[in-house]
């Protein structure tokens, strides 16, 4: 078949992450999970980003015979023990992002380490077969917040070789290091090899 006219469904409705997706997969028709589900939206109950990407790629594939995707993704401090982690969207009790980062930044404080990383685990179910990969971004978190694209724990984290913060970045440059591209780019490769 040809590559245009394949089909991947992805568990987000979220606009940010499916403009990434579209970017990366381009050939691939990708379609959001509303168009198949109302109110998706299964609970996060795993353990690891890959558990949670598991949970929403199987709660998905119960309404689509298409291809599913499914991502879960989040920053880990490494002196703060790996936190926010798998909680970073419901890392204050208000589960802003706004109010997300404030608490990151006062947490590290009185910390000399800020150094911290982008987590993604994508998974993929094709028929039978479930594909699992990760991705990361490494670099560090600033004390003030700059620019204003991007979403979530952007304005904060400077990526490895770089001075500016994801926020400041274009979303094309972001998108080329992020985290989800770097676990897409191994997902792709997977349906490349398997001419999915
Ligand atoms: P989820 O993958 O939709 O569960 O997102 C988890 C949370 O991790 C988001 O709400 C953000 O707080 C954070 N996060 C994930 N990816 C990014 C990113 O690319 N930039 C900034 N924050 C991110």
Redesign the pocket.
Do not use: A, V
């Given at each position: 078949m040809p590559l245009e006219n394949r089909i991947i469904v992805v568990a987000?409705n979220?606009e940010h992450k499916l403009k990434e997706i579209r970017d990366i997969l381009e050939g691939f028709k990708i379609l959001p999970a509303r168009e198949f589900v109302e109110d998706f939206n299964p609970d996060?109950t795993g353990d690891s980003f890959c558990e949670n990407a598991l949970i929403k790629a199987r709660a998905l594939k119960k309404y689509v015979n298409y291809p599913v995707l499914a991502?879960?993704?989040?920053?880990e401090v490494f002196s703060l023990n790996g936190e926010p982690g798998i909680y970073?969207?419901r890392y204050s009790a208000e589960g802003t992002?706004q109010a997300?980062v404030e608490k990151l930044l006062n947490r590290l404080k009185d910390k000399e380490d800020s150094s911290a990383r982008?987590v993604?685990c994508m998974v993929l179910i094709v028929g039978e077969r479930i594909i699992q990969k990760e991705g990361y971004v490494y670099g560090r978190i600033i004390d003030v917040r700059k620019g204003k694209s991007?979403?979530?724990?952007?304005p904060v984290?400077i990526p490895d070789g770089f001075e500016l913060t994801?926020a400041e970045m274009e979303p094309s440059e972001k998108n080329k290091l992020?985290?989800?591209r770097m676990a897409l780019e191994k997902i792709k490769a997977e349906l490349e090899a398997f001419n999915v």
């Open positions: 987000t979220n996060e991502d879960d993704s989040g920053l970073s969207s992002d997300n982008f993604c991007g979403f979530g724990y952007d984290f994801f992020s985290h989800r």
